[in-house]
Every structure is written in C-alpha cells, then in structure tokens.
T-cell receptor
Framework: DAGVIQSPRHEVTEMGQEVTLRCKPISGHDYLFWYRQTMMRGLELLIYFNNNVPIDDSGMPEDRFSAKMPNASFSTLKIQPSEPRDSAVYFC????????????FGDGTRLSIL | SQQGEEDPQALSIQEGENATMNCSYKTSINNLQWYRQNSGRGLVHLILIRSNEREKHSGRLRVTLDTSKKSSSLLITASRAADTASYFCATAGRGGADGLTFGKGTHLIIQP
C-alpha cells in the first residue's frame, strides 16, 4: 500500500505569495495531522482532522495559516501571505482508528520563503 | 510546547556498539512512542509502549518506561551504519486532545 504522499517536495517562493501544500493520507486512515519542523522549535503539531473534520487547530501559528480536508483522501495546508519565518519542513501524517497510536509520515515539503 | 526531552542531543559510537537514548516528559501519558528520521525523510514509527508497560522489545530495539520518573529509554543493540539517523520520542496524553507531542530528538551517528 502506498504511504502518505506529500507535494510538492520543495517549494521556494517570495514573501507575500500564497503557498499551498498537499497531502494524500493512507487509505482507510481516520486521522490526519499537519506538523512543522524547524531546528529551533523541533516538530510542532499544527492541526489535526478526524474523519475529515478539524478537531484541534490550536497549533496553527496565525490566521495566515489555514487547512482543509474536503474528502478522506486529500488535505491542504495554505499560507497566505507567506513570510520568511514560515520557512520550515512541513509534514503530513495519518493514523488509523486512534489519534494516539502510531503515525505514518510523508516525506515532507521543504518550504523556503525568500 | 515540547513534552519530551531527549538526551543526549547527539551521540556518536562505533558500529557494533550499543546506543542508548533517553527521553523525559512532564505530564501523564497514555503511551510513549519512538520514531526514527533519516536525513531528508519523514519520521518512521519504531515502537509504542503503553503507560502500564515497563519494557518492550522489537528486533534490536529495547524500550523501557518508568512512569514514576516520567522517563523512557531506547536501546539499539549491535548498531549498524544504517542506524545513523535522528531518534525522537513522542507522548500521547491521557486526556484532552489526540495527537502526539515530540521531543527535539537525538542525532545518532554510527561510525563504520
């Protein structure tokens, strides 16, 4: 079975531009998580969904960040407008049945905002 | 805020030696998990230990959990060059929201 698929793998854009990151979770997984990883702050949970419904978005840093999950096989994380401090690696992960079990991660999107 | 804190931050050993990494956390947990991350890749789940378990094995991995000290350790025996990676502990809380809280990781280098 295919793992979690994220696109693009790398994104370089100028500040002020809109950025959209995409994720396809593992089929049948009920939970989807978005994380951000930086050297300074480590891995931070931004938001997670259960059965396509956003459950906890308390980790979203600002209103510039938004996430959607229109169906069970697709989610997006959008940053508008982007700023240099948003530069990080963004990971999507999914898990089955419980939000506290093993999570399966994609290979991430490395985002650089110039 | 970070729940888990790994120790040491970096570890370099010779191939064939055992590697031990530690993790401390602050609040009550449902379970604790260990993940590996190779450079440029996503995290890979290694092992999960529940709060009522004290020790768990998986291949060359041994995990212990001491809930009274709020700490866990990951032992990798007979290390190989391919074990070179960053290792993270993650905790799942008892109540409240789902999801995991990750530490900042231990970077392990296995010298051939």
């Amino acid at each position: 079975d295919a793992g979690v698929i994220q696109s693009p793998r790398h994104e370089v854009t100028e500040m002020g531009q809109e950025v959209t990151l995409r994720c396809k979770p593992i089929s049948g997984h009920d939970y989807l998580f978005w994380y951000r990883q930086t050297m300074m702050r480590g891995l931070e949970l931004l938001i997670y969904f259960n059965n396509n419904v956003p459950i906890d978005d308390s980790g979203m840093p600002e209103d510039r960040f938004s996430a959607k999950m229109p169906n069970a096989s697709f989610s997006t994380l959008k940053i508008q407008p982007s700023e240099p401090r948003d530069s990080a690696v963004y990971f999507c992960a999914s898990s089955t049945r419980t939000g506290r079990g093993a999570q399966h991660f994609g290979d991430g999107t490395r985002l650089s905002i110039l | 805020s970070q729940q888990g804190e790994e120790d040491p931050q970096a570890l370099s050993i010779q191939e064939g030696e055992n590697a031990t990494m530690n993790c401390s956390y602050k609040t009550s947990i449902n379970n604790l998990q260990w993940y590996r991350q190779n450079s440029g890749r996503g995290l890979v789940h290694l092992i999960l230990i529940r709060s009522n378990e004290r020790e768990k094995h998986s291949g060359r991995l041994r995990v212990t959990l001491d809930t009274s000290k709020k700490s866990s350790s990951l032992l990798i025996t007979a290390s190989r060059a391919a074990d070179t990676a960053s290792y993270f502990c993650a905790t799942a809380g008892r109540g409240g929201a789902d999801g995991l809280t990750f530490g900042k990781g231990t970077h392990l280098i296995i010298q051939p």
